[in-house]
């Protein structure tokens, strides 16, 4: 339904007492891209916002040469990459090919304001704006009044299409990693807690977590099942042969989204530890 709504919309069909046709009317296009970080998530090497790049480009098929557009990122600090260009293939593709999803968060209260300026100051008898997201339930499921009101403005303002892209629904995250027990001194053996976390819509099973010193792993267990939404911890065992700050890491592996896969944290270690 959402690509044959795209196909619609890109038609730009007109309404005449005599027939329905395509129109010829020239438009303005606002193309604004979701780059939060859930967009770095997908499958088989292919991420959400791969698949985003891939429905602009549909999109920049049927702008006509000339026409104004607008592309914007949205996530984290928006980012607007070209503002009311006079639309050319060449110089639009090398703006659209150099794009990256950022870590940031959608602050999608606010988008619809932003992109509602951008409309604002484009010159167009008729206008469009296509929103390209993953539409991740935990934004959309419950809209604020704000953000339907937002919406219904930008609505008066512009045709309105949401496009939405699909990527991987699992993912898992350590989230936490802390010294429990144990002293920080040479010769010593400490514990350490780390807590992973299961973003995904499914249990997650037989998740290896590997704790690393200095890049060396020393240590690694297995957590037999996390539910979908829930947390597990593991511990892990870390012993200290040298002096000095040494790094470690819980990694977990195997995982589509690898940006979230590690904790880290630095050990001061003493050569010796002082008793009064």
């Given at each position: 339904l959402?690509?044959?709504?795209?196909?619609?919309a890109?038609?730009?069909?007109?309404?005449?007492?005599?027939s329905?046709?395509?129109?010829?009317?020239?438009?303005?296009?606002?193309?604004?891209?979701?780059?939060?970080f859930?967009?770095?998530?997908g499958?088989?090497?292919?991420?959400?916002?791969?698949?985003?790049?891939?429905?602009?480009?549909?999109?920049?098929?049927?702008?006509?040469?000339?026409?104004?557009?607008?592309?914007?990122?949205?996530?984290?600090?928006?980012?607007?990459?070209?503002?009311?260009m006079?639309?050319?293939?060449?110089r639009?593709n090398?703006?659209?090919?150099?794009?990256?999803?950022?870590?940031?968060t959608?602050?999608?209260?606010?988008?619809?304001?932003?992109?509602?300026?951008?409309?604002?100051?484009?010159e167009?008898?008729?206008?469009?704006?296509?929103?390209?997201?993953?539409?991740?339930t935990?934004?959309?499921?419950?809209?604020?009044?704000?953000?339907?009101?937002?919406?219904?403005?930008?609505?008066?303002?512009?045709?309105?299409?949401?496009t939405?892209?699909?990527?991987?629904?699992?993912?898992?995250?350590?989230?936490?990693?802390?010294?429990v027990?144990?002293?920080?001194?040479?010769?010593?053996?400490?514990?350490?807690?780390?807590?992973?976390?299961?973003?995904?819509?499914?249990?997650?099973?037989?998740?290896?977590?590997?704790?690393?010193?200095?890049?060396?792993?020393?240590?690694?267990?297995?957590?037999?099942?996390?539910?979908?939404?829930?947390?597990?911890?593991?511990?892990?065992?870390?012993?200290?042969?040298?002096?000095g700050?040494?790094?470690?890491?819980?990694?977990?592996s195997?995982?589509?989204?690898?940006?979230?896969?590690?904790?880290?944290?630095?050990?001061?270690?003493?050569?010796?530890?002082?008793?009064?």
């Amino acid at each position: 339904l959402a690509l044959l709504l795209l196909i619609f919309a890109l038609a730009r069909p007109a309404w005449t007492s005599d027939s329905w046709l395509p129109g010829e009317q020239r438009a303005g296009v606002v193309i604004a891209i979701d780059s939060s970080f859930s967009m770095s998530h997908g499958v088989e090497g292919q991420t959400r916002f791969d698949e985003a790049i891939k429905r602009v480009e549909v999109i920049a098929e049927n702008i006509a040469p000339g026409d104004p557009v607008t592309l914007v990122l949205m996530g984290g600090d928006d980012r607007v990459v070209l503002r009311n260009m006079a639309f050319g293939t060449e110089r639009f593709n090398e703006a659209l090919y150099e794009l990256t999803a950022g870590s940031g968060t959608l602050d999608l209260a606010n988008e619809p304001k932003r992109i509602a300026e951008l409309v604002a100051d484009m010159e167009a008898p008729q206008k469009e704006v296509y929103l390209i997201t993953d539409t991740q339930t935990l934004d959309w499921k419950q809209p604020s009044t704000q953000l339907r009101e937002a919406l219904a403005d930008l609505g008066s303002r512009a045709n309105v299409f949401v496009t939405p892209v699909t990527g991987g629904s699992s993912n898992l995250a350590v989230t936490d990693l802390e010294l429990v027990t144990g002293v920080l001194r040479k010769g010593t053996i400490a514990r350490y807690q780390a807590t992973v976390r299961n973003f995904g819509e499914a249990p997650a099973s037989n998740i290896a977590v590997q704790c690393r010193v200095d890049d060396v792993e020393i240590d690694r267990k297995v957590i037999p099942v996390i539910k979908a939404g829930g947390s597990e911890t593991v511990s892990l065992f870390v012993p200290f042969h040298n002096a000095g700050a040494t790094r470690i890491t819980a990694l977990v592996s195997g995982d589509e989204l690898e940006a979230d896969n590690v904790r880290r944290t630095v050990a001061v270690v003493r050569d010796r530890v002082s008793v009064l």
